[in-house]
């Protein structure tokens, strides 16, 4: 499995901490930038990363920026990307189970390094439920 990280300078450590752990557990784990400290634009960096993942050239995907919120919306504007702001082990079970997020998005300033490892595992483990009214509106999404 294949997994792109992207945030923008609010999220640097986290993003660090996240591809350490994905690598730990045997899975390539990408950053594709940024790669400093220096001011950048969230939008460019969820496009970016939305980019790869709909393009089939990474499987999933991890936004990050100041608060995840930014950065979501921008993932969130490529055409087949659904990503989903993940704030506790709950939201990112039920990101996958229900709506098969192909990203999830952290926040570098809002959420500690443990939590965040326990979300991307949460979400990592849970299966797509797979059920008729999940496909159903997972069909209506990529419609849009
Ligand atoms: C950057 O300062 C900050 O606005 C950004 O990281 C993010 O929180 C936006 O949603």
Known sequence: MKIALASDHGALELKAAVQKH????????TDIGTFTEDSTDYPF????????????????????????????IAANK???IRCALVTSEELA????N???????????????????ILYVDKWLDTEFDGG????????MLNNM
């Open 22 to 29: 994905l690598e730990d557990r045997g899975i390539e784990a």
């Open 45 to 72: 960096w969820g496009q970016k990363c939305g980019q790869v993942v709909a393009s089939g050239d990474h499987d999933l995907g991890i936004v990050l920026c100041g608060s995840g919120i930014g950065i979501s």
């Open 78 to 80: 490529v055409k087949g």
């Open 93 to 96: 079970f039920l990101a996958k």
């Open 98 to 116: 229900h709506n098969n997020a192909n990203i999830i998005a952290l926040g570098g300033r809002t959420t500690e390094i443990e939590d965040a």
């Open 132 to 139: 008729p009214r999940h496909v159903k509106r997972i069909g």
